[in-house]
């Protein structure tokens, strides 16, 4: 697999929004998160924390221009430049040691060869309260959140995450960004995100934070944890009306 192939992502299962572009700040062969949700697509995350600085490889900025340059260029050829270029990883991409100079390498890219395209940054929000992190993260359009429960017994149900982190934090974090928006990821099977109580606890939070878009999703491709279950579309419809209702901010199931 080339370069290119193995850091940046076309596919519809792998972006956000059909037609954007994804990219792969992280390493290109290990899953980095610092949480295990059980419906992770990506499968159980084995790395520990403390491995990913000491023991790991980030992509080199020039190898991250060199897939978005291929890439743009090709569509451009096409007449299909994207809409949005999406940072993500095989995890968290916040946890790159380069992040500040992969951005400032994708803004260079996207300004040269596609200046209508907006950059988004996808992260499940764990490391937002580092003050280097939020200064980088001002270089880009939309910072999309994850947040998939509004109380930490559901937190932990959904996100298991393998640092100190709690809804507090998380909710303070958002703060740092006016370019906000969160990204719910509602599951059903025998331990679950998705009760009536759950729902009510995540709207109330999303009120908190009051992001400028939500986006609504449910587990489609192979989750980490097998007896992990999507609910039914309709309930996203019912959760997106429900935030309508109470809080005014808009969701888009997806
Ligand atoms: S935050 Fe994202 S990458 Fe990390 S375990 Fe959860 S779904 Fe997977």
């Known amino acids: 697999m080339s370069l290119v192939q193995s850091i940046v992502y076309t596919d519809s299962t792998q972006v956000l929004f059909p037609g954007n572009v994804g990219i ?5 062969s290990t899953k980095i998160c610092t949480f295990d949700c059980p419906y992770c697509y990506l499968g159980p995350t084995e790395i520990k924390v403390n491995q990913i600085k000491s023991e790991l490889q980030f992509l080199s900025v020039e190898e991250v221009v060199e897939a978005l340059a291929s890439v743009l260029d090709e569509r451009q050829a096409l ?15 916040s946890l790159s040691s ?6 400032e390498a994708i803004r260079y890219e996207r300004d040269k060869r596609s200046p209508k395209t907006r950059i988004l940054f996808l992260t499940n929000g764990g490391n937002l309260d580092n ?3 939020i200064q980088s993260l001002q270089g880009v359009d939309e910072v999309i959140v994850k947040l998939d429960a509004g109380d930490d017994r559901n937190f932990n149900i959904a996100n298991k995450p393998l640092i100190r982190v709690n809804v ?3 909710i303070s974090a958002c703060k740092s960004f006016e370019n906000l928006s969160l990204q719910g990821h509602f599951f059903s099977g025998p331990n ?23 986006y609504l999703m449910t587990t489609t ?34």
């Open 24 to 28: 792969n700040i992280l390493n290109n």
């Open 192 to 214: 679950n995100n998705s009760s009536n109580e759950a729902i009510e606890e995540w709207i109330e939070v999303v009120g908190m934070i009051r992001p400028k878009k939500v």
């Open 79 to 93: 007449n299909k430049l994207p809409s949005a270029i999406e940072i993500s990883g095989n995890g968290d991409p």
């Open 98 to 103: 380069l992040l500040s100079e992969q951005i």
């Open 221 to 254: 491709q192979s989750p980490a944890v097998p007896d992990v279950l999507p609910v039914e579309e309709d309930l996203l419809y019912v959760i997106a009306s429900k935030l309508k209702r109470r809080t005014e901010i808009t969701a888009e199931v997806l």
């Open 131 to 133: 003050k280097k992190i």
């Open 168 to 170: 507090s934090r998380i």
